[in-house]
């Protein structure tokens, strides 16, 4: 029989009354995907990306097309201002 000075919980998840308490939704639903001994999707994606070098040469690609778009944008701003402008009078 319990009273206000015993503990509701005996330390492992029990209560007194024999249920066990209850994980939240989202760790139940990972401990029901995931396998024991199966790795983390972080080991798995760095396994993914690190495994071989042609992988590692396959990140440069994306790359290489971001600084191909910036170079271009850069080749259409003048190097010079304009010698006359409408605004300014001519000068």
């Not at 206000?4 to 919980?9: D, I, M, S, W, Y």
């Not at 209850?22 to 139940?28: E, K, M, S, V, Y």
């Not at 259409?76 to 300014?88: D, M």
């Given at each position: 029989m319990s009273n206000?000075?015993?503990?509701?919980?005996n330390g492992e998840?029990?209560?007194l009354n024999g249920h066990t308490e209850?994980?939240?939704?989202?760790?139940?639903i990972l401990d029901v995907?995931?396998?024991?001994g199966e790795p983390s999707w972080a080991a798995s994606f760095k396994?993914?990306?690190?495994?071989?070098?042609l992988n590692i040469l396959l990140v440069f690609i994306?790359?290489?097309v971001c600084l191909l778009y910036a170079l271009r944008l850069l080749q259409?701003?003048?190097?010079?201002?304009?010698?006359?402008?409408?605004?300014?009078g001519g000068r």
């Open positions: 206000e000075r015993t503990a509701l919980l998840g029990e209560t209850q994980l939240p939704f989202a760790h139940r995907m995931k396998a024991e396994h993914f990306l690190f495994g071989s070098w994306p790359l290489s259409t701003i003048p190097e010079q201002p304009l010698t006359s402008c409408y605004l300014c």
